[in-house]
């Protein structure tokens, strides 16, 4: 589904492509009754767009003689912007964003200079992101509603599929939204569990802006919520571990979403919790600093395992070379 400014934006194109066009014509390309077709011409000339209505049988639409749109310049640095966006849009899990990048991208270049031009296909044809964790997050359509519901305050009802299947519908306030681990989130007030919840946008089946409206705490950071709400999440095994180094290395080194960080005097504190102690032991074992652990003691047994192997690796290894 295309949200209504593009398609508005569409019918620019074809009048700015053609000298005239008639409503039928417009309505054949875009796959909308001719009704439809005047909304977006209302619309385009609410924002200064001077368009002509021929009436009778072989009406048509055109631009007012002469008018052009006027040439959208850009520096290098803004041109490495825009090409570096489209392609991580390309890359984070919208559905129709493949097609709207190529589309985004052909528009650019056409208003560019050749020599800029050139810059950004050479961006665009050599650079590649690791984004590779990020899945489909489902229609494009859910995060513009989503987005513009948190930008106007504006309640929404989903319904919403977890991950066992089981499908259940509610409302929610939506306070922002995140991308995470490859995961699009909405985080928000859901007025069914009465309390602050994090969704992701992918298991949203439907979404539907309300006339309700909320008031969003001050300075919400959704993607802090999200963090501490992934770091937090009940799992089988609980662990403490004192890392020997300062709170901002660990954080940098760990993420924030592997745990709880509490500055102490020996360290830092990480409260973890792990459903496997012996992802929890590969994951200390690569860290530069040292560390003492609290509990559980089966996570020294993991540590003895990891060392074992790595000992018998490393050993098979030398005889190889002897």
Sequence with gaps: MYH??????????????HRRISGAEIARRLDV????????????????IPITAERGRYGAYLLVAGFKLPPMMFT????LALSIGLLAARSMGLTEASAAVASAQAKLERVMPERLKGR???VADTVMLDLSRSSAAGASETLFTLSTAAQQYRRVHMRYRSAEGDETEREIDPYGLAHRGGQWYVVGMCHLRKGLRSFRLDRVTDVKMLDAVFVRPANFDAVAHLTFSIATLPRSIT???VLHTTLQDALERLGGSMGLFEPVEEGVLLRAQVDELDWLARQLARQPFDFSIRQPAELRDALRVLSQRLNRLSGSSAQSHA
């Design 4 to 17: 209504p400014t593009t398609r508005a934006l569409a019918v620019l194109e074809l009048l700015q492509t």
């Design 33 to 48: 009754d001719t009704r439809t077709v005047r909304r977006y011409i209302a619309t385009l000339e609410e924002i200064g």
């Design 76 to 79: 290098d640095d803004e041109a």
């Design 120 to 122: 950004t296909r050479a």
């Design 239 to 241: 662990a403490e571990i």
